[in-house]
């Protein structure tokens, strides 16, 4: 089974702390997401990479920057965490191979900035 | 730019077959469309996938008509279990490179 990890399920952090929230695949996948998850919007995405050093602006980039130095990682990054970042955040992989929308998801962090 | 559109919630009772649907008018042509299941506190989960016409596997069913632009998730016999946020997913734009954009999401309560 594909196995999708994200470094933690809670983390609370403080207003203008970096945050740093990192997501390993096992399955050799091209593709990966950060989606965020907030009570009556969905699932939202902020960034996405298909490739390795690749990383292309979702629908809500603003507030974070992304990383993806080797296939198996993609690291959302908060430069300045604010209050309204608290969040959801989920990450996702799927292979460039066939339907890229067969997506593979991780359990989740749930962020909170205080 | 892509949108789907889903109903907000549904309510069920054990035993019924329950028919989501997802509109999605600006699908392109090389994308499939994907289904996914919720649970609280857990990421989303594939339950299917199709193209076009009719896909069936041991979950659900998923009926798609010729025009692409909407599609129907369908739950026969739901039990408690299957309570849950039902999302729909399509690309936007051609090629593998486009955003994988998800709708609202339907919660389905099952009663018993």
């Known amino acids: 089974d594909v196995k999708v990890t994200q470094s933690s399920r809670y983390l609370v952090k403080r207003t203008g702390e970096k945050v740093f929230l990192e997501c390993v695949q096992d399955?050799?996948?091209?593709?990966m997401f950060w989606y965020r998850q907030d009570p009556g919007l969905g699932l939202r995405l902020i960034y996405f990479?298909?490739?390795?050093?690749?990383?292309e602006k979702g629908d809500i980039p603003e507030g974070y920057s992304v990383s993806r130095e080797k296939k198996e990682r993609f690291s959302l990054i908060l430069e300045s965490a604010s209050t309204n970042q608290t969040s959801m955040y989920l990450c996702?992989?799927?292979?460039?191979?066939?339907?890229?929308?067969?997506?593979?998801f991780g359990s989740g962090t749930q962020l909170s900035v205080l | 730019l892509a949108k789907t559109t889903q109903p907000i919630s549904m309510d069920s009772y054990e035993g019924q077959e329950v028919n989501i649907t997802c509109s999605h008018n600006?699908?392109?042509?090389?994308?499939?469309i994907t289904w996914y299941q919720q649970f609280p506190s857990q990421g989303p989960r594939f339950i299917i996938q199709g193209y076009k016409t009719k896909v069936t596997n041991e979950v659900a069913s998923l009926f798609i008509p010729a025009d692409r632009k909407s599609s129907t998730l369908s739950l026969p016999r739901v039990s408690l279990s299957d309570t849950a946020v039902y999302y729909c997913l399509v690309g936007e734009g051609s090629g593998n490179t486009g955003k994988l954009i998800f709708g609202q999401g339907t919660t389905l309560q099952v009663k018993p």
């Open positions: 996702a992989s799927s292979p460039i191979q066939g339907p890229r929308e067969k997506l593979f």
């Open positions: 990479s298909y490739d390795v050093k690749m990383k």
């Open positions: 600006n699908i392109a042509t090389n994308d499939y």
């Open positions: 399955m050799d996948h091209e593709n």
